[in-house]
């Protein structure tokens, strides 16, 4: 049975620091490590299920409402889209590359990102709306694939 899809939560905050999970739970200075963490992943390349999709123009790590803002660039027209940190897979930071789980064509169709609107209550019940929506369609087929490897 698919665990309940958790929009706003990273579904494994070590990815963030890069680190091996079991060394994260025993890493006492980690909240200093996610901070630094945090700030570079702006600019970081985003990978769809089918292929790239953009890169990292902002994030938020705050507890219960993180996310990515994407700059989807030209592919879909300079569109700019909100993905919930639940969306992220995997986090490779040699690469600099961050895995969603959800196709080029589910982001495509999700909410517009809006600068005004989007740390309303309304507009992130859209977002949740449609990403719990797209994830009980289409749960996820299991860990990314990174390049390379």
Same mark, same amino acid.
């Given at each position: 049975?698919?665990?309940?899809?958790?929009? +706003?939560?990273?579904?494994?905050?070590? +990815?963030?620091?890069?680190?091996?999970?079991?060394?994260?739970?025993?890493?006492?200075?980690?909240?200093?490590?996610?901070?630094?963490?945090?700030?570079?992943?702006?600019?970081?390349? @985003?990978?769809?299920?089918?292929?790239?999709?953009?890169?990292?123009?902002?994030?938020?790590?705050?507890?219960?409402?993180? =996310?990515?803002?994407?700059?989807?660039?030209? +592919?879909?027209?300079?569109?700019?889209?909100?993905?919930?940190?639940?969306?992220?897979?995997?986090?490779?930071?040699?690469?600099?590359?961050?895995? @969603?789980?959800?196709?080029?064509?589910?982001?495509?169709?999700?909410?517009?990102?809006?600068?005004?609107?989007?740390?309303?209550?309304?507009?992130?019940?859209? @977002?949740?709306? =449609?990403?719990?929506?797209? =994830?009980?369609?289409?749960?996820?087929?299991?860990?990314?694939?990174?390049?390379?490897?």
């Amino acid at each position: 049975m698919m665990q309940p899809f958790i929009p +706003w939560a990273w579904r494994n905050p070590s +990815w963030l620091a890069g680190l091996d999970p079991t060394l994260a739970e025993q890493r006492e200075e980690s909240i200093e490590a996610d901070r630094e963490a945090h700030a570079s992943l702006a600019g970081y390349h @985003v990978e769809a299920t089918d292929g790239g999709v953009g890169s990292v123009d902002e994030a938020s790590y705050a507890v219960g409402e993180a =996310y990515l803002v994407v700059d989807t660039g030209p +592919w879909i027209f300079g569109r700019k889209v909100l993905l919930p940190a639940g969306t992220v897979q995997h986090v490779d930071h040699a690469e600099r590359e961050v895995y @969603v789980d959800r196709t080029k064509d589910q982001i495509k169709e999700s909410p517009e990102y809006d600068k005004d609107t989007f740390g309303t209550p309304g507009y992130r019940e859209r @977002v949740s709306a =449609y990403y719990a929506g797209s =994830y009980r369609a289409d749960p996820p087929a299991g860990p990314p694939a990174p390049r390379g490897g």
